[in-house]
């Protein structure tokens, strides 16, 4: 499990994430949403170690995050920046196996884990192409498999971190990449998504996070969170909130 307790980030002399809790149980998917420039990606950079706290801790399994050799850490913790750049002509099936790295599992295994993990994405059909021929959706798809394979199957221990991973994608893709980080919740692993689409993050979260200001004001179920009042409050938006009516879920529709 990772766990941040009363986590804070000053960058500049400036407070941009202030006591944030949070909790990445196995099995469950957290959605973290809020306006630009709430401290979301200064978030996950703290959760995944890029940047350090100013105060409170961030522990992995009980351990501090910093104590964590990195191989180690890195087949327990994997993550999906909002951009992930990339200047060579690597074959599609060379990026992905990047993931596997920090894994002394052999070429076979490894080779079979990619294949998974570019069908997951979507993206096996990509294969043997050259990263660079890519649209920047596919890019998107082939490095959310590369994160996969860093920790694939997603069994209990294993956390996940993606900001923004529906970005650049047509609405199909949206939801097959959010359907693979589903299924890798649903075989034990933990996710946090950050995600701007607020009806996405009602499908596929089990919690969400609201984040305004660099402050933590409400979590909670999508029922809880995704209300009128809180979204006018953080978002400004008026909204109306109804079931879905096939899942149940809250559906947000603008004024």
Not at 91 to 115: C, F, N, T, W, Y
Not at 166 to 194: C, K, Y
Request: proline share 6%.
């Amino acid at each position: 499990m990772l766990i941040a307790r009363d986590l804070g980030v000053m960058r500049d002399g400036k407070r941009v994430l202030a006591n944030v809790e949070l909790a990445l149980a196995p099995g469950q998917v957290l959605g973290v949403l809020g306006p630009n420039g709430a401290g979301k990606s200064t978030l996950m950079a703290a959760l995944c170690g890029e940047l350090g706290p100013t105060h409170g801790q961030v522990l992995l399994d009980g351990l501090p995050l910093d104590q964590w050799r990195g191989p180690e850490r890195a087949r327990r913790l994997a993550v999906l920046p909002q951009i992930s750049t990339l200047n060579f002509a690597f074959k599609v099936e060379e990026v992905v196996a990047m993931g596997r790295l920090p894994h002394a599992s052999g070429q076979q295994l490894d080779d079979e884990i990619v294949q998974h993990c570019l069908a997951a994405a979507d993206a096996l059909h990509l294969l043997a192409r050259s990263y660079l021929t890519l649209s920047g959706g596919e890019r998107q798809r082939v490095h959310l498999a590369r994160v996969l394979a860093q920790v694939w199957p997603g069994e209990e221990g294993q956390v996940l971190l993606l900001d923004e991973p529906t970005s650049a994608l047509d609405p199909l893709h949206q939801h097959t990449t959010l359907l693979a980080v589903r299924a890798f919740a649903d075989r034990g692993g933990a996710v946090m998504v950050i995600l701007h689409d607020l009806n996405l993050a009602a499908r596929y979260c089990d919690r969400l996070l609201l984040l305004n200001q660099g402050n933590a004001p409400l979590s909670g179920t999508p029922q809880q969170v995704l209300t009128p009042e809180a979204l006018e409050s953080v978002f400004g938006l008026d909204v109306l909130v109804q079931p879905h009516p096939e899942r149940g879920h809250p559906l947000v529709i603008a004024r």
